[in-house]
């Protein structure tokens, strides 16, 4: 979709950026975080344009920040998601059922591949067998 007023794609705000950028650090690191975009043009409406690379990258701590913050507040929560499920693997007689085929079997491949470092041993072992099944 164009931009009636400039003819150019819409990009959710990147183009918009692209201009104001005056330095290449800060356009590689707006290429490889989109994610920090918004943030990026309030610092540069704050600064009436091009706010410097320094500036940018005082905000991008305080994004990254943030960030870790959030994957920090709900890791005990996740944790203890996989250790009830690795519970079940090792107590369950239905233990196949509910962790590959209800529980695996509902999540995508980039799901599996974020929850893997959390993963119990009989947990990981029940999914390594169905992967080997020829009914899969």
Known sequence: MTDGRTGRVADGGAGRAADAVGDPEVELVLERAPGFIDRYLELVDGADGDPGAAAAFVEL??????????????????????????????????????????????????DISRLDPWLGPRTRLLVDEADRSPDR
């Open 61 to 110: 701590a305080d994004y990254a920040a943030g960030l870790a913050e959030g994957v920090e507040r709900f890791r005990p929560s996740l944790v203890g998601c996989l250790a009830a499920v690795e519970a079940v693997a090792e107590s369950s007689e239905n233990a196949e059922e509910l962790i590959v085929w209800s529980f695996f079997d509902n999540l995508s491949p980039d």
